[in-house]
């Protein structure tokens, strides 16, 4: 099993929806939890980050943490197209100063 | 503030090539990765370094070589390029927090090896 699992999509949504986009992780010790976004032919850029449970706002995007469930998940409010982009999330590997990522999932938001 | 840059941007080898891809980052960040990206695949760690001096291998390190001479910089090397190493190349550099890495990334470099 993957440490961090993501479904790849494509998801594609009208504008203005909600998006959910989605992570599972194995190692309930896992504490900190990231969200990058990735633009076509550019490198990712941190979106948001938590640490430990809970929920995280920061304008039109929300990150969630349930470590019961160990899922992770990212909330976009009234989307717009211009948040088309692959999105991953990632999390510090225990015991290591590195990050393990999902596979990232491409978002399309169609005006 | 250029934060993580990388040159060159793209380029093209002929297999048995060598070649090194450079990266420079200005926040004085202790920690530095070298990832690649292919498609199905997501990001990869190549190599990581935790400070000048210190590097370790990650997932795939085979075929590549890296060194950290200085705080700022973190060079890969290709000794004998293989058509295998055709991906995009990033190079992150973070810093700890609450037991966190908050990292930030390159543009990367595009490598075709023919």
């Known amino acids: 099993q993957k440490e961090v699992e993501q479904d790849p999509g494509p998801l594609s949504v009208p504008e203005g929806a909600i998006v959910s986009l989605n992570c599972t992780y194995s190692n309930s010790a896992f504490q900190y939890f990231m969200w990058y976004r990735q633009y076509s032919r550019k490198g990712p850029e941190l979106l948001m980050y938590t640490y430990s449970s809970g929920n995280k706002e920061d304008g039109r995007f929300t990150a969630q943490v349930d470590k019961s469930s160990k899922y992770i998940s990212l909330f976009i409010r009234d989307s717009q197209p211009s948040d088309s982009a692959t999105y991953l999330c990632a999390t510090p590997q225990l015991g290591a100063q590195k990050l393990v990522f999902g596979q990232g999932t491409r978002l399309t938001i169609n005006p | 503030n250029a934060g993580v840059t990388q040159t060159p941007k793209f380029q093209v080898l002929k297999t048995g090539q060598s070649m090194t891809l450079q990266c420079a980052q200005d926040?004085?960040?202790?920690?530095m990765s070298w990832y690649r990206q292919d498609p199905g695949m997501g990001l990869r760690l190549i190599h990581y370094s935790v400070g000048a001096g210190i590097t370790d291998q990650g997932e795939v390190p085979n075929g590549y070589n890296v060194s950290r001479s200085t705080t700022e910089d973190f060079p890969l090397r290709l000794l004998s390029a293989a058509p295998s190493q055709t991906s995009v190349y990033f190079c992150a550099s973070s810093y700890s927090n609450q037991g966190g890495y908050i990292q930030y990334f390159g543009a990367g470099t595009r490598l075709s090896v023919l």
């Open positions: 926040m004085n960040h202790e920690y």
